[in-house]
Nanobody
Framework: VQVEESGGGLVRAGGSLRLSCTVS????????MGWFRQAPGKEREGVSC????????YYAESVKGRFSISRDNAKNTLILQMNTLKPEDTAVYYC????????????????????RGQGTQVTVSS
């Protein structure tokens, strides 16, 4: 399985970025997917997750109303649209695949996801 994240960069507070994740080597449409982030000195946290059966996505409280997750199963792609970015959004963002196919979860429980990509750096300046 290969996971490749892209779209990170440096942006001023209030700006937007669109992260993309392309997955190969598994049946993408059968897996719950998520975006996680890790800031320096902090634990990796779930930002947003979307189930394989397209149930209501989960958003961390800190990003609700600003971030939007979507998936394109035909293109094996996961997207995170990030608007109204804040300096506290600065982190390395990781795309993750659930360990088990056709399982859905409440929130983004880190221990049920696999992290196979290198991540993409998002830096928001004040």
């Amino acid at each position: 399985v290969q996971v490749e994240e892209s779209g990170g960069g440096l942006v001023r507070a209030g700006g937007s970025l669109r992260l993309s994740c392309t997955v190969s080597g598994l049946s993408f449409g059968d897996y719950t997917m998520g975006w996680f982030r890790q800031a320096p000195g902090k634990e990796r946290e779930g930002v947003s997750c979307v189930s394989w059966n397209r149930g209501s996505p989960y958003y961390a409280e800190s990003v609700k109303g600003r971030f939007s997750i979507s998936r394109d199963n035909a293109k094996n792609t996961l997207i995170l649209q990030m608007n109204t970015l804040k300096p506290e959004d600065t982190a390395v963002y990781y795309c993750a695949t659930a360990r088990a196919s056709r399982d859905a979860y409440w929130a983004c429980p880190r221990d049920v996801f696999e992290f196979r990509g290198q991540g993409t750096q998002v830096t928001v300046s004040s």
